[in-house]
């Protein structure tokens, strides 16, 4: 599974967000947002974005660039790493 999914993940349980409440807020479709989420398709780069900026909003503003960072920027290091 993709570092950014699983990531993603991560924070989605944390928020408590659910893939409808997510579907709903981005207008992603569903159906998408599930293969997405279990590793079955890859997300496009501006899903990832719009998701994360989902995410952002439901933490305070002084950590949006440490959420954008560990989902989006830090599995592009590990990635060439491996």
């Given amino acids: 599974m993709n570092t950014c999914i699983q990531r993603i993940n991560k924070y989605l349980s944390d928020t408590g967000i659910t893939l409808t409440e997510l579907h709903h807020e981005t207008l992603i479709p569903l159906q998408a947002l599930q293969d997405i989420m279990s590793g079955a398709k890859q997300p496009t780069y501006m899903q990832c974005l719009i998701i994360v900026n989902k995410i952002c909003k439901r933490y305070p503003v002084a950590e949006h660039w440490n959420i954008y960072h560990d ?9 060439k790493t491996q």
């Avoid at 989902?71 to 990635?79: A, C, N, Y």
Wanted: hydrophobic share 55%; glycine share 0%.
């Fill in 71 to 79: 989902i989006i920027v830090q599995p592009i290091f590990e990635d």
